[in-house]
């Protein structure tokens, strides 16, 4: 279950299935833009929700805030985290140098690392800037030596040393661009790669290349804690409060901080490549490249992540405290963009109803208030990582330290499986059947804890 910025998850596991012609998805996007961020706002308190839909150049907004929300109203200019819609930028920033001839897809990330630093290769294959793009480098999600010293802000002093070190002493184990896997650390390297080429920041570059040309005068990267001054303050899904998050220098994963007024901006650009001042690059990152998964109908081009079969382009960001969803179709013209201030991956299909009501159903939500249960409480298995179980609506769920609530099923005794993770929980209980510790069964491993008094 540990996981930090998210990938497309929920919204890939649902976009996935949806198999039927594209003219399916043609009804007009859902009319109850208000309804349905109200909604979620009623079943979570601390949420500051903001969302639009474009539909043929005509553009609808909205927000809700829930009853212990740090704001009492939102509306275009609520600055949040993007988390790893971020990545889409960066992937534009590579489109635009490639079609400037800066860079070439094929260039291996060697050209661009420092004197000392040898980026590895499988027999022989190296790593290109196009198979981190497509999120098929062979780098794992993490470097190994990212070792957060604050488990609420996991990316916290990382330093590009510190990923020159992790590459240093990275071994391949297949292939680049032979598989896909979902990858930050890739893309931590990426926005720094294109940053040396240029011999710029990656703040700069963003900047210079994309805010200013679209107007974006809102969005900011920033590279310090200061900069998240303007930030509505996030929540965990169980209404903890959770920090912005940090990444310094290394902010093509991550870092970019917008609001609803911009952001609609960037997906009207994107709705309208290969036209305006971005089109041709936004129309190279859109392009799909490669396929996910064998099973799955989804395709990536360089970030985003396309269903051929619907037409519906996504990608989805996370942090600690907060979420964001930008999909679009852009034969139909029409887009959505969701911003909230809960780090709940059930914003994805709340974005996706909006776009295409007739495919995605409106989401349900369990009540906010938490409920008794004998397995409830905090399990902690180090200083930085715990494991918050707790009962809402009748429904027992698990929380990973900075993660969405997943659902735990039942499956024999006290074994619950891990809904959407291939995981399970053992839990150990006294004699009146209260649980003391539980057991994480994940990639082979049993890792136990015990419920902190």
Do not use: C
């Amino acid at each position: 279950m540990h996981r930090t910025i998210r990938a497309l998850g929920a919204a890939a596991a649902l976009l996935a299935p949806m198999t039927g012609a594209a003219a399916d998805a043609a009804e007009p996007p859902s009319d109850d833009l208000g309804a349905t961020l109200q909604a979620y706002a009623a079943a979570h308190p601390h949420a500051a929700i903001v969302g639009a839909i474009v539909d043929a150049g005509a553009t609808r907004t909205g927000g809700a805030t829930g009853a212990e929300a740090p704001v009492r109203t939102v509306d275009e200019r609520t600055r949040f985290q993007i988390g790893s819609v971020t990545k889409t930028f960066t992937a534009t920033l590579l489109a635009q140098m490639v079609l400037d001839h800066e860079v070439s897809l094929d260039d291996p990330i060697q050209d661009d690392l420092p004197a000392g630093v040898t980026a590895p290769s499988y027999r022989g294959t190296p790593i290109t800037l196009g198979s981190i793009a497509e999120q098929r480098s062979g780098l794992p999600r993490l470097p190994p030596n990212l070792v957060p010293r604050d488990a609420s802000n996991p990316y916290l002093g990382y330093t590009a040393a510190d990923l020159y070190d992790a590459l240093r002493h990275q071994t391949l184990t297949r292939a680049p661009g032979s598989q896909y896997e979902y990858s930050n650390f890739g893309y931590l390297l990426l926005g720094q790669l294109l940053a040396n080429r240029a011999h710029a920041t990656y703040a700069k570059l963003v900047e210079t290349r994309i805010l200013r040309p679209l107007h974006m005068d809102d969005t900011v990267v920033p590279a310090t804690p200061a900069g998240h001054a303007a930030l509505v303050p996030g929540y965990a899904s169980d209404g903890s409060p959770q920090p912005a998050w940090d990444f310094g220098e290394l902010g093509g994963v991550g870092a970019v901080e917008s609001d609803l007024h911009d952001m609609v901006i960037f997906a009207n650009a994107n709705l309208a490549a290969p036209a305006g001042p971005l089109g041709p690059a936004m129309a190279l990152a859109q392009q799909p490249r490669a396929a996910t998964d064998a099973n799955s109908p989804l395709r990536i081009g360089l970030a985003w992540m396309t269903n051929p079969n619907t037409g519906i382009t996504i990608h989805n960001g996370q942090t600690g405290g907060y979420h964001a969803v930008v999909t679009f179709d852009r034969t139909r013209r029409r887009a959505v963009v969701v911003l909230a201030n809960v780090a709940d991956e059930a914003v994805d299909l709340l974005a996706l109803h909006l776009l295409v009501p007739n495919l995605v159903p409106a989401p349900a939500y369990p009540p906010a208030q938490s409920e008794a249960s004998p397995y409830a409480g905090v399990y902690r298995f180090s200083p930085a990582f715990a494991i918050t179980v707790f009962k809402r609506g009748g429904t027992l769920y698990a929380q990973a330290t900075g993660q969405s609530a997943l659902v735990l099923a039942p499956l024999s005794g006290r074994t619950f499986a891990v809904q959407g993770v291939d995981a399970q929980i053992t839990f150990d209980a006294d004699a009146h059947g209260v649980a003391t510790g539980l057991t994480l069964h994940q990639n082979g491993l049993d890792q136990h804890a015990n419920k902190a008094p």
